[in-house]
């Protein structure tokens, strides 16, 4: 299969925005924080709102979700702005966007949908686009009801970008053969992920996972702290693939930091099982550093919807660090100080200035404090792997050289205090 992305419109596409609003649900998210967001999604997908409406709905109904006045009135904007998709904030069933599409006449997506279309086009390595294409295939297979096998519709524009057949047209059959060569793929590499991590445990060199909502600046934090020359730009979703790199800390530790996609507001949960094989890397960290964007009017709630994410993946209760970014965004400096004492750790920095970068880096060695440990001993002089691998992964304090030993003093990881009792 090869990816085709279909970006070659002169004209952006017109999306008509409907955020739903279901009165019997309570959620600390808003409708409005719900329309900004979407409003992004859309920008980050290369669409243009013509216009925004919140549906109020107090039931939701089985044929087209909301009530058919409302249906009407979507028809009504849809066509008066002459937008090319409307895009609903809830998922919709197969029936419900063959019926609403009926109504409306022009092209209805949901909210999943949209976010499944961003992550086509920023997926670059083969595992994120394996990635995207099992979540793809997966939200497809249910609605193809009604359908037939004739999947051309999905040709091109928002929410069609379609998981990555030049051709698109293929039946269940072979859709399920597809999930099921593209499961069994990424199976193997996460198994090939398992080995790399063993032998990364076994140098006993500790793991820092950068986590976070998207576009908080985990990519740039990366950047600050391993000089890594990973990509940046100001959207959603940026980065996907995983990227690994060494830090060495102040008292010469080294950490491996890892960055990978971000976090979002019911993030689908498709998109989290496709992408369990890359967010392993936050099950098995021994620190997180929780990057939040304070100068988001809703940093809150971004903060809390990572950790509701956090949680499903069993990452919750690690020691984490929680970084309050961007502060070179805000009017009032004293704010992120305020915000900063509501959490055991926190460090408020800005990563695109390297502004407070040595304070994280100190609470970094504090928190990994535990996973050193300090020796004085006297190694035999015939044991010089004993020597090199102080070197390596621990830190040399002092060494002496006598006839028949070596007096070293330095830190080491606790793991590998052992090796050295004689």
């Known amino acids: 299969m090869t990816d085709k992305i279909i970006d070659n419109k002169e004209e952006k596409e017109?999306?008509?925005?409907?955020?739903?609003?279901f009165k019997e649900v309570n959620s600390y998210w808003s409708a409005e924080e719900t329309e900004s967001e979407m409003k992004e999604l859309v920008i980050a997908c290369g669409g243009k709102v013509v216009q925004s409406m919140i549906c109020y709905i107090a039931k939701p109904t089985a044929n087209l979700l909301i009530g058919e006045g409302k249906v009407d009135e979507i028809a009504h904007l849809a066509q008066l702005h002459k937008a090319d998709t409307v895009i609903f904030s809830h998922e919709l069933k197969g029936s419900q966007q063959r019926n609403l599409e009926e109504v409306i006449k022009c092209r209805v997506i949901d909210r999943t949908q949209l976010i499944l279309d961003i992550f086509a086009k920023h997926a670059k390595s083969s595992e994120g686009k394996m990635q995207v294409e099992l979540a793809q295939l997966e939200y497809l297979l249910p609605r193809l009801i009604g359908?037939?096998?004739?999947l051309s519709r999905l040709g091109g524009g928002i929410g069609t970008l379609g998981p990555g057949e030049t051709k698109l047209e293929i039946d269940r059959r072979r859709i399920d053969e597809r999930i099921t060569r593209l499961k069994r793929s990424l199976k193997e590499m996460v198994e090939s992920r398992s080995l790399t991590r063993k032998k990364r445990l076994n140098r006993v060199m500790p793991a820092v996972s950068l986590v976070g909502y998207t576009n908080a600046g985990k990519s740039t934090l990366l950047n600050a702290l391993t000089d890594a020359n990973q990509t940046t730009r100001d959207g959603l979703f940026t980065t996907l693939d995983s990227l690994s790199r060494q830090l060495v800390l102040p008292n010469h530790q080294k950490v491996v930091l890892s960055d990978t996609v971000g976090f979002m507001h019911e993030l689908p949960h498709k998109l989290i099982e496709a992408?369990?094989?890359?967010l392993e890397e936050t099950k098995q960290a021994d620190l997180l550093l929780h990057v939040v964007d304070v100068s988001h009017p809703n940093f809150r709630n971004l903060y809390n919807s990572v950790v509701d994410v956090l949680k499903q993946l069993d990452a919750y209760d690690k020691?984490?660090?929680v970084v309050l970014n961007k502060i070179d965004r805000l009017n009032d400096q004293q704010l992120p100080k305020g915000i900063e004492s509501h959490f055991d750790h926190a460090v408020c920095l800005s990563a695109k200035n390297k502004d407070n970068i040595p304070e994280l880096l100190k609470l970094i060695t504090q928190m990994l404090s535990s996973l050193i440990t300090e020796i004085n001993v006297n190694i035999p002089i015939d044991r010089m792997d004993l020597v090199s691998l102080i070197h390596e992964q621990g830190e040399v304090i002092s060494i002496k050289y006598y006839n028949d030993h070596i007096n070293i003093r330095g830190n080491v990881p606790t793991h590998l205090a052992s090796k050295f009792q004689f």
Request: glycine share 6%.
């Open 147 to 150: 359908k037939g096998i004739e």
């Open 275 to 278: 992408f369990k094989a890359t």
């Open 319 to 321: 020691p984490t660090i």
């Open 14 to 21: 017109k999306i008509l925005i409907a955020v739903l609003d």
